[in-house]
């Protein structure tokens, strides 16, 4: 069974509030796990199936019928929630490649709610008593299935601790929420962004995009990635404004520019490949 999930609206900055507790933010993909009747299933939070690609999350049995929202991750060696190996993990479709990543690049499945339990919904109970049940539920023993640590009002010291550790942000949430299968402001997230400066070297035809690029270590640019989202409707007309002067060329997709418009923006870190992942706009700079 889904349920589509509780989303989170976005807090610029940590806050300390005794009527709201504070999570670890986990860099992988949401999951609604339904174990009914026995038979477990998993799903993206756009009720895809995503169930065959992690078998060790299936591996011991669920003792009791429930639902649960979570994160799944791929932790390295070293501790670090690596993103880019939940989404190979994500992306694998035959046997033989989920049994051989399954080894290389174990899943875990971090659990912070329960929707239902023993066929009773749950949702219309307050957080602090879900996590309550949570807490007592018969979860399988499982080094791959995890509960989410939580603290109660201290979300500037967490988002501290956090950011020194270098991991994604934290999850700010109302004791007292139900939960509702949209945004709210009940449940907001705080990002520990990255911040960078680059160059704008092009442009999208067909929708919103400016590309941008990146010093090397020999002083050359090479593509960093795309800016789609941050700019408001008087960036980009001073934009397109300046980037008319600048066109080096073009083919069926992007216009190219000259570099000569830098930017600062955040992103949520560097790819292995040294492409930023998901960058905003945050302001022109003047070179």
């Not at 174990?35 to 011991?60: D, F, K, M, W």
């Not at 051989?100 to 602090?128: K, W």
């Not at 997709?253 to 570099?259: I, Q």
């Amino acid at each position: 069974m889904f349920i589509p999930p509780m989303l989170l609206e976005t807090s610029e900055k940590p806050f300390t509030d005794q009527s709201y507790i504070f999570e670890p933010k986990f860099d992988g993909h949401r999951a609604i796990l339904s174990s009914i009747g026995g038979r477990v299933r998993i799903y993206t939070r756009h009720q895809n199936e995503c169930t065959p690609q992690y078998p060790e999350l299936l591996a011991v049995p669920f003792g009791e019928d429930m639902i649960l929202d979570g994160e799944i991750v791929c932790i390295d060696p070293a501790g670090v929630v690596d993103f880019e190996a939940v989404m190979t993990r994500f992306q694998a479709r035959r046997a033989d490649s989920i049994n051989r990543l399954m080894g290389q690049l174990p899943a875990t499945y971090v659990v912070f709610d329960i929707l239902s339990y023993r066929g009773e919904d749950l949702r219309g109970l307050p957080l602090m008593q879900r996590k309550e049940i949570l807490a007592s539920a018969s979860l399988p023993v499982s080094r791959n299935i995890v509960k989410t640590p939580f603290i109660e009002g201290a979300g500037e010291a967490l988002f501290a601790d956090i950011c020194a550790r270098s991991m994604e942000g934290i999850v700010c949430k109302r004791m007292d929420s139900t939960y509702v299968s949209r945004r709210s402001q009940a449940w907001q997230k705080v990002i520990n962004w990255t911040y960078a400066e680059v160059w704008i070297s092009g442009y999208r035809k067909d929708e919103f995009g400016w590309l941008v690029s990146v010093e090397d270590g020999a002083g050359r640019l090479r593509p960093a990635g795309v800016i789609e989202f941050g700019p408001n409707r008087d960036h980009k007309r001073e934009f397109y404004r300046v980037a008319e002067s600048l066109i080096t060329g073009e083919d069926r997709k992007n216009v190219y520019l000259r570099p000569a418009i830098r930017a600062k923006i955040k992103t949520r870190n560097w790819t292995k490949a040294g492409m930023l992942r998901d960058p905003v706009f945050v302001e022109f700079l003047i070179s």
